[in-house]
């Protein structure tokens, strides 16, 4: 006996990732006071999350991973050095 046609199933569509990370990177500071960079990011250009003076402690290294940002966001980031009394 003839079997019945099977019905085609459609593809599936791949999700989009609902969180992702940035991974920045930057040149070190020739001043020799400076004693440690911040992080800082916002979804408008010159407006960050975190207030001046307490951004994301990326410590003395010239990188940094900021992560669980929802994707299909733009993001701005800015890198400010500060000196052994916070300055």
Sequence with gaps: APTAPTTP?????PTTPTVGTASLQWAAASDSRVTGYRVYWGTA??????????????????SY???NRPAGQTYYFAVTAYDATGN
């Design 45 to 62: 250009p010159g407006t960050y999350r975190q207030a001046r003076g307490v951004g994301l402690a990326a410590g003395t290294a010239t």
């Design 65 to 67: 991973t900021v992560g």
């Design 9 to 13: 199933t459609a593809p599936t569509t």
